[in-house]
């Protein structure tokens, strides 16, 4: 049986998942509704979703590939929301050509460049110390999203099997309802 077509669209098309963060000015600006609104147009899966207190480790780790820029203090400032609250909504996005579909719709990394419907061109401000206040994270190629997607998620807080996992015996103090 000849599969080559359909093992071409596969690879056309592939499914992808991608690690989406509304900001805390997203969040502080009741902007929420108005950004999932623009990423439904996607028409991909939310497979995941939390609302985080980000601390500074995360927000190091999460940018380590930025650490070298002068922005980065500032960067770091702003994912923890030094000037705004200090939580952020984290989702995982699945489907077809997630990656592209999602950073089309999120619009350039300068707020000002972005285009006007894009969320980041909607939304999104330049702060007089030059920080991009662009409201919305998202992944940038398969890679980084898998590296971010296990950095912010356990397996257990996602609904979709979508890498491999394994169990292991863990033996730590946990916070239960008292
Ligand atoms: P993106 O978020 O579009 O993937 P990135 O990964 O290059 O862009 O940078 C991460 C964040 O760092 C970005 O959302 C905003 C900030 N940033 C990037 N370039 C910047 C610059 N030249 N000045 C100020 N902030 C910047
Ligand atoms: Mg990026």
Redesign the pocket.
Known sequence: MDTSKHEGEEKAMPEQKTLVIIKPDGLVKSLTGGILTKLSETKLKIIAAKVVRVSRELAVEH?Y??KD?P?FG??IKYIMGEHHTNRVLAMVYYGEDAIQKV?AI?G???PEEAESISIRGMFGR?TTK???E?VI??S?DPKEAEREIKLWFMPDEIVTDIYPTTEKEVARKMRVWA
């Open positions: 940018y590939h930025l820029q922005f500032e960067l950073r999120a350039s990394t300068n330049i030059g920080v991009f662009n994270h998202a940038s």
